[in-house]
Every structure is written in structure tokens, then in C-alpha cells.
């Protein structure tokens, strides 16, 4: 191999160990971003700011602060509680 060649592949081996740094510098960077949305998206309690969980106990589809402070429900699942509450046949 001429040296003029170890240079070359030399220069070959830097692009793509830059490629894959570019790679895992993106990735990591679109980790964060999901990361940093999660977190903006996450609904906290306004009483102890813990992450309201799902509430798998009565399967409302919603969402409880751990200490039981409230919930975040849907509006289509309030509805459906009020009408559920409201006939007479309920169980
Ligand atoms: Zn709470």
C-alpha cells in the first residue's frame, strides 16, 4: 500500500467513524427532544406535582395522582359516568 493509499483509507476510516458519531449524536438528540416532549406533555398533580399515572384499578382510561389528590378523565369518559350515574337501573 503506497502511502498515497494509507491516506486515502485513512481518510476513508475518519468519514465513517464521523458518520456513525453523527449517527449517535442524532439519535441521542431525538432521544432527548422525546424525552424533554414527554416531560412537557406529562399531566402532574397541582396538589403534590407527582405524574398523574393511568388508573388501571377502574379502568377509566384516565389519569390519578398517586396520592389520590384527583384524576384527569377524557370528557367523553365524564359523560359516560354522568350517564351511567343518572339511570335508574344502576347497579
Ligand atoms: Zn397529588
Redesign the pocket.
Known amino acids: 500500500m503506497s502511502n498515497d493509499e494509507k491516506d486515502r483509507f485513512g481518510q476513508k476510516l475518519h468519514d465513517v467513524e464521523a458518520a456513525r458519531e453523527n449517527e449517535w449524536a442524532r439519535k441521542r438528540d431525538q432521544e432527548l427532544l422525546e424525552k424533554l416532549r414527554a416531560q412537557k406533555n406529562a399531566a402532574t ?1 397541582p ?2 406535582e ?1 405524574k398523574l399515572v393511568p388508573d388501571a384499578e377502574h379502568g377509566t382510561g384516565g389519569l390519578v ?1 398517586p ?1 389520590r ?2 384524576a384527569w378523565l377524557s370528557w367523553d369518559t365524564i359523560m359516560k359516568m354522568l350517564d351511567r350515574l343518572s339511570r335508574p337501573e344502576r347497579k
Open positions: 398533580c396538589e403534590c407527582q395522582c396520592e389528590h384527583g
